[in-house]
């Protein structure tokens, strides 16, 4: 196991179908939560290409 990857990843589905809920388990109830739930409602691929970058950046 590299030093960068966690032990307990969130997995790639999750981030595609159910953004929101991904970054919840990533980051908990806080700002990236909230911006997610907004780029989300603006367009579907904002919100999956914010939660994907969440996960590289933990």
Do not use: D, E
């Not at 739930?37 to 914010?50: A, D, E, R, W």
Request: without cysteine.
């Amino acid at each position: 196991m590299t030093p960068s990857t966690s032990l307990h990843p969130t997995p790639l589905p999750l981030i595609v179908f159910l953004p929101p809920v991904s970054v919840l388990q990533q980051a908990g109830r806080g700002r990236h939560l909230w911006v997610n739930i907004l780029l989300t409602l603006f367009g579907y691929l904002p919100g999956v290409l914010h939660a994907w970058w969440l996960r590289k950046q933990r």
